[in-house]
């Protein structure tokens, strides 16, 4: 990671969309130099979630630690709007960075898996995976059932979601056919460690409400509130269509509705044009963060925010 020294915020002077015809020039603060920030050693971030998650965010956390310590002051709850693997909500609740978390997702299947997993029935997935055994035909025949009830359901989204390529769980992804090491099915699938993210997880679920529905409202709904951190990791512009089956998202009202929040945000997008000229618009902040993407990649992401200060400490 980079020293303060070598990290620094400046004022960046941008033609905006508007100001174009004008002829005039805005100013927006974007971090330099965060580009040859070196990519963070995901190995190095404690697992908690037991999803394999596409578009998971566990690369970001060392940026995500620094934010919640630098708001924390006005904390008392974290809104995660687009949970999906969660490991945002369980690393600040797991880690004790904030009292609460409120996880929000739309995804039905997903859901199930959280509802099981922050219930009493968290157990019973911990025992089915571990006493379950992955063959091919053990998986195919158990993903063609329909689930018998909300836990079976988790149990069979899980399943997928560790055995699919790239952990896809929207409708037309293939089985892992070769995976880790000439693996196959097995390569993703680590029973007891899977089992002892579930049994952590019990250990301050008390602190964690999930929510199924729509992350723009419950953003809309706490807007006023100054109490509140909200981690924000929509779907991206263009990776997003293929790997959720909710992606098609309103990018612009979701940047109106980051504007209205009373209380600090964090964003995450793909280094779009698109999404550059949203946080323009909306006189955000922006820094690109260097990660390794699949078949290791390496590439830029940008995190938003109102104030991305908290930057010059990393
Ligand atoms: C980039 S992923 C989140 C990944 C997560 N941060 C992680 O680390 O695992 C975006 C998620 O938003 C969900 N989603 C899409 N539209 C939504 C909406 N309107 N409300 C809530 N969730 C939504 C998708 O199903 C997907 O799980």
């Known amino acids: 990671m980079r020293s303060s020294k070598e990290i620094h915020l400046t004022h960046r002077r941008l033609r905006t969309s508007r100001s174009r015809n004008k002829s005039e020039v805005k100013e927006q603060l974007v971090l330099f130099g965060a580009t040859k920030a070196k990519i ?14 596409p578009g998971g965010k566990t690369w970001l956390i060392p940026y995500v630690r620094k934010w919640l310590s630098a708001n924390l002051s006005e904390a008392k709850q974290l809104i995660e709007p687009f949970a999906g693997g969660g490991i945002v909500s369980l690393t600040a609740v797991g880690e004790k960075r904030v009292q609460r978390a409120l996880m929000v997702e739309l995804d039905e299947d997903v859901a199930a898996v959280w509802q099981i997993l922050l219930s009493d029935d968290a157990q019973w997935l911990a025992d089915r995976i571990v006493h379950f055994s992955v063959t091919k035909s053990t998986v195919e025949s158990l993903l063609c059932k329909k689930p018998s009830n909300l836990r079976e359901k988790a149990f069979s989204v899980l399943l997928k979601n560790r055995v699919s390529h790239g952990g896809i769980l929207a409708n037309g992804a293939g089985l892992l056919k070769h995976g880790e090491n000439g693996k196959g099915l097995l390569s993703r699938w680590y029973p007891q460690t899977l089992r002892n993210r579930i049994l952590d997880i019990q250990t301050y679920k008390a602190n964690i409400k999930f929510v199924q529905g729509d992350g723009f409202q419950i953003l809309r709904d706490n807007a006023h509130r100054t109490d509140v951190l909200s981690f924000i990791d929509p779907p991206y512009t263009v990776a997003g269509r293929r790997l959720y089956r909710y992606s098609d998202i309103d990018h612009a009202a979701l940047f109106q ?19 550059r000229a949203l946080a323009e618009e909306n006189r955000f902040q922006i820094a690109e963060i260097p990660m390794k993407g699949t078949h290791h990649a390496e590439k830029t992401e940008l995190i938003i925010s109102k104030d991305l200060g908290w930057l010059k400490i990393m």
């Open 257 to 275: 509705i980051a504007a209205k929040l009373r209380g600090s945000f964090l964003m995450t997008y793909d280094n779009a044009d698109e999404i």
């Open 40 to 53: 963070i050693n995901v190995a190095s971030v404690p697992q908690r979630s037991p999803f394999r998650y």
